[in-house]
């Protein structure tokens, strides 16, 4: 660890004690609000339509550090994403964090570092395309990345988005390392220019660990932001840590809403020294708060308590709400706390209860408590038990071991559907032309929604489609195919690039659903005739 990353780690922890410490973030905010109010109006996220739902994926630091990472474990993490069940239930963001992945060249421009990742980063990105998951890189605003290993955009802004947009990137995490007499809104502010001007749609995730309370401002620009300090030192999972942080990312719930929200960092369910129950309780605990749901522990041989709890769908279910709303605090005892405040698209409402203390608990819910009448009939889902009880009138009792949650919907309908959950085959569709005579060339995505409700048609606007490609989609409801038609009348020998946009809406809510996009490419080796 060099200096520079005690000083910023010291720094995040400061900051993270500083809201523990009763530096409210109603404080916090009642400072930062001349700055950020009038960005805010302008989500970044309306007009890309990425993260509408937070993002969901991967990513290596706190299991992994800097220092084994390169090309091959990420494609065996991609591989294990698939294989565990986890890129169905909507995990799709993966890619090195800190993974010493390139250097400045002489010429300004960042080049891959090819020893750790010899596909090139373009080629780590294809693979990932491939098997219809995203591609996530990490850079940072300032000089260097925090091992001081790589460099920062600083002077470069530019450039390198410019050259995470030639790798293809679909996210890009900009740290806030090596930032000395940098203004963070400025700063930040360039990096969105220089990512709109790279025109490639991208996650942008700023991780500032709460420096300059971008819950105020950064929804112009990005579509999430950290928090809180670090939830982990690389392998070492802390639960009394990530409680702090939890307890200090739900005071921030007004600032979420579809494409910006809080983020506490990535998970630790599944690390070394976390318990079932632990798990369990970090995972609904990052739902209720409509958390990016970004895992951190090694997916390959992950146990099945592991794998079951990062893809309970039901959990899932209420992170991926279309309404956005974050999750908070409603009571607290101190061993015993209540959380909801988190109304769900079918009308249904999120409650969780979570126990820090020893023993066995029982807490009683009153639906005044949550806002509602004491009168109303309601059913209540278990979403870790998977059974449904009720009618309740008025009151439900539930019964909750040490670091255990009870997580539940409650609904006056005894269904509790999933919203939608989209998954692709791919991400990247490789067409070649033949010969020099024109032709037709077809390549397909296909998406499937995992959640409960027939999605309507996808819309592709093709205006917005270069001249030799259409898209069509075929199917309906779940399982939608776009079939992309190439026309290689008159196309000059060369390369060609498409990004597609298709769009659509919830059909439950009526809420824009994130847009989903994938790359298209054309390889004309010879001139074709008219
Ligand atoms: C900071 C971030 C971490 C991770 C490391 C990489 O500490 O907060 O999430 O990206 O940098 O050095």
Request: proline share 7%; glycine share 20%.
């Given at each position: 660890m060099t200096s520079k990353r005690t000083v910023m780690v010291l720094a995040a922890a400061a900051l993270l004690v500083g809201t523990a410490l009763g530096t409210t973030s109603s404080q916090n905010t009642a400072r930062h609000r001349g700055r950020g109010q009038g960005l805010l109006q302008n989500a970044h996220a309306e007009v890309d339509g990425l993260a509408l739902t937070p993002p969901m994926g991967w990513y290596p630091w706190n299991m992994f550090g800097e220092e084994p990472q390169n090309e091959a474990l990420i494609m065996e993490i991609a591989g294990a994403l698939v294989a565990s069940g986890m890129k169905d239930a909507g995990y799709a963001y993966v890619g090195p964090d800190e993974g010493i992945c390139f250097s400045r060249g002489k010429d300004g421009r960042l080049a891959p570092n090819l020893e750790r990742y010899p596909s090139g980063l373009r080629g780590l990105g294809d693979h990932i395309h491939r098997r219809g998951l995203k591609y996530a890189l990490y850079t940072d605003?300032?000089?260097?990345?925090c091992s001081g290993a790589m460099p920062g955009t600083k002077g470069y802004e530019f450039e390198d988005m410019r050259s995470f947009a030639e790798w293809r990137a679909d996210y890009v995490k900009i740290d806030w390392c090596n930032s000395q007499g940098q203004d963070i809104v400025d700063a930040y502010s360039i990096l969105g220019k220089a990512q709109r001007a790279a025109a490639r749609p991208v996650v942008h995730s700023l991780c500032s660990w709460g420096e300059g309370y971008p819950w105020t401002w950064a929804g112009a620009i990005g579509h999430m932001w950290r928090t809180?300090?670090?939830?982990?030192?690389?392998?070492k999972a802390d639960w009394a840590r990530a409680l702090r942080i939890a307890f200090a990312n739900e005071?921030?719930?007004?600032?979420?809403a579809p494409g910006r929200w809080n983020d506490p960092d990535m998970m630790i369910v599944?690390?070394?020294?976390?318990?079932e129950a632990q798990n369990r309780s970090l995972f609904s605990l990052w739902c209720i708060m409509a958390s990016p749901l970004i895992a951190g522990n090694d997916?390959?041989?992950?146990n099945a308590s592991t794998a079951g709890i990062l893809t309970n769908l039901e959990a899932i279910a209420v992170d991926q709400d279309p309404l956005g709303v974050q999750g908070r605090v409603v009571w607290n005892d101190g061993n015993v706390s209540l959380w909801a405040g988190k109304p769900l698209f079918d009308g249904s409402l999120a409650v969780l209860v979570l126990y820090q203390g020893r023993y066995r608990a029982e807490k009683k819910i009153y639906w005044e408590e949550l806002g509602l009448e004491a009168a109303d009939e309601l059913y209540v889902r278990d979403l870790w038990k998977h059974e449904t009880s009720g009618p309740h009138a008025g009151s439900i009792t539930v019964s909750v071991g040490p670091d255990d949650v009870a997580f539940l919907r409650l609904s006056k309908k005894p269904d509790f559907p999933v919203p939608p959950i989209v998954v692709a085959d791919t991400y990247l569709v490789s067409l070649r032309s033949t010969g020099t005579r024109p032709a037709k060339l077809f390549g397909t995505v296909t998406a499937a929604n995992k959640g409960s409700a027939d999605l309507p048609p996808w819309r592709v606007d093709p205006r917005s489609l270069p001249p030799w490609l259409s898209v069509e989609i075929t199917g309906s409801g779940r399982t939608q195919t776009f079939v992309n038609t190439v026309s290689t009348a008159g196309l000059k020998k060369g390369a060609y690039h498409a990004v597609v946009r298709a769009d659509n809406v919830e059909p439950v809510s009526g809420k824009r659903m994130t847009a989903l996009y994938y790359d298209i490419d054309l390889e004309v080796p010879r001139t074709v005739k008219r």
């Open positions: 605003a300032g000089t260097k990345t809180t300090a670090d939830i982990c030192g690389p392998g005071k921030l719930a007004e600032f979420a599944g690390m070394p020294g976390m318990t997916l390959r041989g992950m």
